[in-house]
């Protein structure tokens, strides 16, 4: 799979952070509002994490609205879940050279530096 960055435009908090770094040439950005993760797609990245759990986003509105914090997921009910609608994925989502990055939390931005030498 490319080096690629999954991210939504009108985050504020996916622009922040693309700010505050520079991607090589070779990263494809992917505003996944415009071009909704594949399925072939979600599946290498599941290959990089622990599982689709990991890759899913637990503060979308949906996950709230569908109250999901209740119900008790498989691993096929994440995966269906992140293909079903955009804001389920964990953002951003950055694969470059092998590595992976997933989310904003504080370490993962910092170790996303590292890496880049920024």
């Known amino acids: 799979m490319n080096n690629r960055a999954y991210y939504l435009s009108s985050c504020s908090t996916c622009k922040r952070i693309l700010s505050e770094i520079?991607?090589?040439?070779?990263?494809?950005?992917?505003?996944?509002?415009?071009?909704?993760?594949?399925e072939d797609e979600l599946d290498a990245l599941r290959e990089k994490v622990d599982s689709y759990e990991s890759l899913l986003n637990k503060r979308a509105q949906l996950y709230?609205?569908?109250?999901?914090?209740?119900?008790?997921?498989?691993?096929?009910?994440?995966?269906?879940?992140?293909?079903?609608?955009?804001?389920?994925?964990?953002?951003?989502?950055?694969?470059?050279?092998?590595?992976?990055?997933?989310?904003?939390?504080?370490?993962?931005i910092i170790q996303l530096k590292q890496f880049l030498n920024v």
């Open 22 to 38: 520079s991607l090589p040439e070779s990263v494809k950005l992917i505003d996944i509002k415009e071009q909704p993760i594949q």
């Open 64 to 108: 709230k609205q569908k109250d999901l914090k209740n119900k008790t997921l498989s691993e096929e009910d994440y995966k269906s879940l992140l293909l079903e609608h955009y804001t389920f994925l964990k953002r951003p989502v950055f694969l470059i050279d092998g590595q992976i990055f997933v989310g904003n939390d504080k370490n993962t």
